[in-house]
């Protein structure tokens, strides 16, 4: 079954985001800064874990830090993706080829 909400923890209260409010998850270290349209949370994980359980929810690995929600409002070039915010993620040269296949 695919996954529709990311649980986090905000304060001493825990938070379902569903899948599709959540823009970008960036990679700090030993966390994940996960920006929703709701806010920005911290979790504790790795990126690579990540990339693969939201997959089938439409997220793409951009960049080594970076895990990034493809909607129809998102624009992608060859070296960045514009969120439809203004916010732009880099695309790394290893996840280029993937992106591109994404897109088309």
Same mark, same amino acid.
């Given at each position: 079954?695919? &996954?529709?909400? %990311?649980?986090? &923890?905000? @304060?001493?209260?825990?938070?379902? $985001?569903? %899948?599709?409010?959540? =823009?970008? %998850?960036?990679?700090?270290?030993?966390?994940?800064?996960?920006?929703?349209?709701? @806010?920005?949370?911290?979790?504790?994980?790795?990126?690579?874990?990540?990339?693969? =359980?939201?997959?089938?929810? @439409?997220?793409?690995?951009?960049?080594?830090?970076?895990?990034?929600?493809?909607?129809?409002?998102?624009?992608?070039?060859?070296?960045?993706?514009? $969120?439809?915010?203004?916010?732009?993620?880099?695309?790394?040269?290893?996840?280029?080829?993937?992106? %591109? &296949?994404?897109?088309?």
């Amino acid at each position: 079954m695919a &996954q529709k909400h %990311l649980t986090v &923890q905000s @304060g001493n209260a825990l938070i379902c $985001l569903p %899948l599709e409010s959540i =823009r970008y %998850l960036e990679s700090r270290r030993h966390y994940l800064i996960v920006h929703a349209r709701c @806010g920005t949370f911290r979790i504790r994980g790795k990126i690579s874990e990540y990339a693969e =359980r939201l997959v089938c929810a @439409g997220f793409v690995r951009t960049h080594r830090c970076y895990l990034v929600r493809i909607a129809s409002d998102v624009k992608i070039r060859t070296v960045e993706v514009e $969120l439809a915010d203004g916010t732009r993620i880099p695309v790394g040269r290893s996840y280029r080829e993937t992106l %591109l &296949q994404v897109n088309s």
